[in-house]
């Protein structure tokens, strides 16, 4: 499968607990997304990276929350000291830099805040 | 925030019936993309139209752009009920910038 992949799936935690997530894009992508998704809302842009650079980041991502792609590959997304707000869907996404631009997508992880 | 805002929010349609909805958006922008999103899972891509383009066809796909009433349509012809999703626009503004989704229409395909 070379699609873009997601790790966990799912996360349920308890409030004030840090969690990562991980997100794998297609191998050839250098652009890659991050967004919160919550119940009947679309995907909210959080942040995102050219090759190894975080070029925006958006003013949802609080202090608690750092991205990092150390490599250009892979991405992590902790969010420290969680909060029954953080609940969500987060979603990744890929691309490749180009004059149109489509975005793929992974499965998200569901994070349930208890 | 939100970019876009999709119309009707909710729709009901039998198998076979044709389903159209709506995507307004308050910016200029670059591109314009179609997304499906199944319950609880990533969003798969549909369709891309530039803002210099009218109107783009995919198989039972059409999609309209009117950039000068910053609006867009999709229409999904012979629906089908493995056609039941919510839909969302998303739009760019070209180099750097973000894709920003729009608030979604779900889509009930009743066989």
């Known amino acids: 499968d070379t699609g873009v992949s997601q790790d966990p799936r799912h996360k349920i935690t308890k409030r004030g607990q840090n969690v990562t997530f991980r997100c794998d894009p297609i191998?050839?992508?250098?652009?890659l997304y991050w967004y919160r998704q919550t119940l009947g809302q679309g995907p909210e842009f959080l942040t995102y990276?050219?090759?190894?650079?975080?070029?925006?980041k958006s003013r949802l991502l609080s202090d608690r929350f750092s991205a990092e792609r150390p490599k250009g590959s892979f991405s992590t997304l902790e969010i420290q000291r969680t909060e029954q707000g953080d609940s969500a869907m987060y979603l990744c996404a890929s691309s490749l830099a180009q004059v149109q631009e489509t975005q793929y997508f992974g499965p998200g992880t569901r994070l349930l805040v208890l | 925030s939100q970019q876009g805002e999709e119309d009707p929010q909710a729709l009901s349609i039998q198998e076979g019936e044709n389903a159209t909805m709506n995507c307004s958006y308050k910016?200029?922008?670059?591109?314009l993309q179609w997304y499906r999103q199944n319950s609880g899972r990533g969003l798969v891509h549909l369709i891309l139209i530039r803002s210099n383009e009218r109107e783009k066809h995919s198989g039972r796909l059409r999609v309209t752009l009117d950039t000068s009433k910053k609006s867009s349509s999709l229409l999904i012809t012979a629906s089908r009920a493995a056609d039941t999703a919510s839909y969302f626009c998303?739009?760019?503004?070209?180099?750097?910038?973000?894709?920003?989704f729009g608030t979604g229409t779900k889509l009930q395909v009743i066989p």
């Open positions: 191998s050839e992508h250098n652009r």
């Open positions: 998303a739009t760019d503004r070209g180099g750097y910038q973000k894709v920003t």
């Open positions: 910016t200029s922008i670059n591109n």
């Open positions: 990276f050219q090759n190894e650079a975080q070029l925006e």
